[in-house]
């Protein structure tokens, strides 16, 4: 594909607003290979660092499901699969896609590379102390593959981690080194996230371009912007719960620990509150939620909005509805603990917020839908796993609203409807837009595009399997198949037919996790050997295809900033020439445009 | 935000609007009136403050059970708070030494500032050596727990103070370092922090000394 014709109009700007007068930045140059590379100050850079360490030990984490499948589906092939090594690849596998691959993956992967860029700016306003950010969430994820190595292995206590049985001698790595371990990794990586969330929140209040309003800005920035503050908030509970529980394990204080008897003797705890803590867990798991997905939200807009090659339909309202969505989720929090033994009148407060978010969220997903509307919809990879996401957002979302009031919630806590819930809202749905964001900023960050055939596989298998391995969940859920019990096989009250479900999600699940692999060979071939690309191959609106260099180069935007005239959805303007107006081009360069009249 | 646009304004502009493109193309793309660093200082203090009160909310949860026993306060305490007291004092008059180019003063009150803050550092252990001596064990009372987690982190965050306090002198120190309005603007984040620190001990203290 060949560059885009505004190529040449951008160079010969006329008679148009010039560049800000900005003291020149002081940028960071990088001298050797270790400053370049390794120990980088360059947000993209550091961005991509953040991205391969997410998605390496996001693998760790599928390798575990691969082996709670095989264990929950053929158990006689993995003797090595006890009850205390289910529950540590349980624990391990939700902690780690939670928060060391997707929030670090959204936040510190796109955020870094792509905020400087959309914004229109050089680099992140500290970038010393983004590189740190980076270094201490490395550090956050080896001390967490330490505990695979520590005698008694990681802690199983679920990635909730509840007090008291998270520390006490019955559970997996309860006492022992694991659960500190996990304690101390969180805390380290909350410490690496506040640092980093500084950089993203400062530079996108503060360093964005002559012209950047915050509403011209693309929906990506404001998701991942709200998703930072949001985070700003809940992390300090994590990590207030983490050094509580570190004290209560190693110096024997009773924050959270009752008086209780283990193995016939009594321990020396007293009065403390195991449901302080799931307060605690809460007050920064739900949020937790929205860290994840608000991103999601901003990325899929975008994408379906240059895919679809039409403006989003609402922005407004989709700024809107993240801002409220973001606001809300700090009021819900109880919803994860009604079979906690709370007061139900806390229970019913807790249904009504829970039910009242969902109101801004079927707005944005309208909204996704209108965008589509007559559009000239592009069946690109990107497009694929944007409309996949969609749906399967619904689906998750609607399962949301059954476990959102009490009432229902009851019966089915601990069954695994509520592992099928989860697993389609925050963790396929947020998956593919992470999938389709890759296919869509592949070319940008290598100049390349990924290969076209295998990236269809890798959809289809991915889409149409994750279907496969978490619809049957919700009727496993209905039937009342517990949630974390490592082995069912000879339970009276199994029918046949949840033995042979379990066996066919599990051969599905091998299927989908092979296909990761796929994905993965597509990245590291394609990044050498893919079709080039060439400059803005998607047509894009945005700034970050503005650079005069792709991939960009050091400092993004060569001498001069770009100057922002209009919002990023300029698709399909009436009497533009080509279908689309990158956000610096001037009116005046495209006369024949016309104004859209509202 | 920036000439006294109000976020709802903000959240009402339709940036598609040909009448709302011809603001928006003037503006400079800053938000806030502030500069980056005071504003990056804000963030770790609302942070903090958010970490500090989530502490705060657990203790008043747990003071109301009976078995909660009230720590005595060792007069070294009430020293120790006074130590902070003089050391912000010290940080204003600093800062109006800062502003007024008197850079060697700012060196001397600098270092004075730095002692202090290791001498209330020292003094909270001696603190805790007294009451260990005492017999007020971390895991013997709830209200013991929360005495030495409160004064441990306040005093990590002093440390992490004391950090910044070292980039401060630098700037101040190394003549080839000073750019007169960065290390002012340095001075004055200092300075916000030292206070902010003062603050948050003071509301600790007397949280723990009237509950």
Redesign the interface.
């Known amino acids: 594909m060949t560059a885009d014709s505004y190529e040449d109009i951008a160079a010969n700007k006329g008679d148009v607003i010039p560049a800000l007068e900005v003291p020149p930045q002081d940028l960071y140059h990088a001298r050797s290979f270790w400053t370049r590379w390794i120990f980088c100050q360059d947000a993209k850079i550091i961005g991509i660092q953040y991205s391969i360490t997410a998605i390496a030990i996001g693998l760790v984490a599928l390798v575990l499901s691969w082996l709670m499948r095989l264990q929950l589906g053929f158990p006689e092939l993995v003797p090595f699969i006890g009850a205390a090594e289910y529950y540590q690849f349980v624990t391990m596998h939700g902690m780690i896609m939670v928060i060391y691959l997707l929030t670090a993956l959204f936040l510190g992967g796109f955020g870094n590379y792509l905020i400087p860029l959309m914004v229109g700016a050089r680099d992140m306003v500290f970038p010393y102390v983004n590189m740190v950010s980076y270094w201490v969430y490395l550090l956050a994820v080896l001390v967490l593959v330490t505990s695979f190595f520590v005698p008694g292995g990681p802690t199983g206590a679920g990635w909730t981690l509840y007090p008291p049985q998270a520390i006490t001698s019955g559970t997996p790595g309860g006492d022992g080194l694991g659960i500190i371990l996990m304690l101390i990794s969180l805390s380290i990586f909350v410490v690496g996230f506040t640092m980093g969330g500084l950089n993203y929140v400062i530079t996108i209040l503060q360093a964005r371009t002559r012209g950047m309003t915050l509403m011209r800005m693309p929906l990506t920035v404001w998701g991942i912007f709200t998703a930072t503050v949001l985070a700003l908030f809940a992390f300090p509970a994590l990590i207030v719960s983490c050094i509580m529980m570190t004290l209560d394990n190693l110096l024997g204080t009773s924050f959270f620990m009752p008086a209780l008897v283990e193995f016939g003797e009594q321990s020396e705890y007293s009065g403390g509150s195991p449901i302080l803590f799931q307060h605690l867990f809460w007050f920064f798991g739900h949020p937790e939620v929205y860290i994840v997905a608000l991103p999601a939200f901003g990325i899929v807009s975008d994408l379906i909005s240059v895919h679809a090659r039409k403006n989003i339909f609402g922005y407004r309202m989709m700024v809107w509805a993240i801002v409220i969505i973001g606001a809300l989720s700090f009021i819900v929090w109880a919803h994860h603990m009604y079979v906690a033994g709370m007061n139900p009148w806390f229970g019913f407060f807790f249904a009504t917020t829970t039910l009242i978010i969902a109101v801004p969220t079927a707005l944005k997903v309208y909204n996704w839908v209108i965008t589509l509307w007559k559009a000239n919809i592009r069946l690109t990879i990107p497009m694929l796993f944007a409309l996949a996401f969609i749906v399967t957002f619904v689906n998750g979302g609607i399962t949301g609203l059954f476990l959102g009031n009490v009432i229902v919630d009851v019966p089915l806590s601990d069954t695994y409807f509520v592992v099928a819930h989860f697993h389609m809202v925050m963790g396929i749905a947020p998956v593919l837009v992470v999938f389709g964001a890759i296919y869509h900023w592949f070319p940008l960050i290598t100049g390349r595009f990924l290969h076209e055939g295998m990236g269809k596989f890798h959809f289809w298998v991915s889409f149409l399997g994750s279907y496969a391995i978490y619809f049957p969940m919700h009727y496993l859920g209905f039937v009342g198949v517990p949630r974390r019990y490592y082995e069912m096989y000879d339970s009276e009250y199994m029918t046949v037919s949840t033995n042979y479900l379990n066996q066919f999600i599990t051969i599905v699940a091998l299927i989908v996790g092979f296909t990761q692999l796929l994905f993965l060979y597509n990245i590291i071939t394609s990044a050498k050997f893919g079709k080039k690309a060439g400059k803005n191959p998607w047509k894009a609106c945005s700034l970050e295809w503005r650079t005069p260099e792709v991939p960009a180069g050091h400092g993004n935007f060569g001498k001069e900033l770009p100057v922002v005239y209009r919002w990023a959805y300029d698709f399909n303007v009436p009497g533009a020439k080509e279908d689309f107006i990158p956000q610096d081009i001037a009116p005046n360069q495209v006369p024949e445009a016309e104004a859209e009249q509202t | 935000m920036k000439k006294k646009e109000t976020i709802f304004q903000?959240?009402?502009?339709?940036?598609?609007?040909?009448a709302q493109?011809k603001i928006?193309?003037?503006?400079?793309?800053?938000?806030?009136n502030?500069s980056?660093g005071k504003?990056?200082l804000r963030?770790?203090m609302?942070?903090s403050s958010?970490?500090f009160s989530?502490?705060i909310v657990?203790y008043s949860?747990?003071l109301v059970?009976a078995?909660w026993q009230q720590m005595p306060e060792p007069l070294l305490l009430w020293f120790n708070t006074l130590i902070l007291f003089i050391s912000s004092a010290i940080f204003i008059s600093t800062q109006t030494a800062s502003k007024n180019n008197q850079f060697e003063k700012v060196k001397q009150k600098l270092l004075i500032i730095g002692y202090l803050a290791l001498a209330f550092l020292l003094g909270q252990l001696f603190v805790w050596i007294q009451l260990i001596n005492l017999g007020y064990y971390?895991?013997t009372n709830?209200a013991n727990?929360y005495f030495y987690?409160f004064t441990a982190?306040h005093g990590l965050h002093l440390i992490g103070g004391l950090v910044y306090w070292l980039m401060t002198i630098r700037k101040v120190w190394i003549p080839s370092d000073i750019v007169v309005a960065n290390t002012k603007h340095t001075v004055e984040l200092c300075a916000i922090y030292w206070h902010f620190l003062l603050a948050v001990w003071v509301v600790l203290f007397g949280l723990m000394l009237f509950s």
């Open positions: 903000l959240l009402m502009q339709k940036p598609w609007d040909p493109a928006d193309n003037t503006h400079d793309g800053e938000t806030l502030l980056k504003l990056g963030y770790i609302v942070v958010i970490f989530l502490f657990t949860d747990r059970f078995d971390v895991s709830p727990a987690v982190l």
